[in-house]
């Protein structure tokens, strides 16, 4: 069974910065490219960025590029993203994900 556990989130202030994780299990994680999305209260979910099985590929939506960073270590089964410049539209409950399969979300809330 695909887990994916997403931790890393909270309240930060406008500027600030957040190291999202996701840790991966029942599944080879180092041959699927993985993708982290958003959602915030009461829109609808938004890919922010996508990254290959290597590493090799990134991707990254035009609200974030420049300002997040999606990595990972194939040897932790673990994804990243790191979060710089937050802005209070930033603010979303963030999920890794495996095609359509997610976590249970990380909450990131962007507030002076």
């Known amino acids: 069974e695909v887990q994916l556990v997403e931790s890393g989130g909270g309240l930060v202030q406008p500027g600030g910065s957040l190291r999202l994780s996701c840790a991966a299990s029942?599944?080879?994680?180092?041959?699927?490219?993985l993708s982290w999305v958003r959602q915030a209260p009461g829109k609808g979910s938004e890919t922010i960025s996508i990254?290959?099985?290597?590493?090799?590929?990134?991707w990254y939506a035009n609200s974030v590029k420049g300002r997040f960073t999606i990595s990972r270590d194939n040897a932790k089964s673990t994804l990243y993203l790191q979060l710089n410049s937050l802005k209070t539209e930033d603010t979303a409950m963030y999920y890794c994900a495996k095609g359509a399969v997610r976590g249970q979300g990380t909450q990131v809330t962007v507030s002076s």
């Open positions: 029942g599944f080879g994680f180092s041959n699927y490219g």
């Open positions: 990254i290959n099985s290597d590493s090799s590929y990134t």
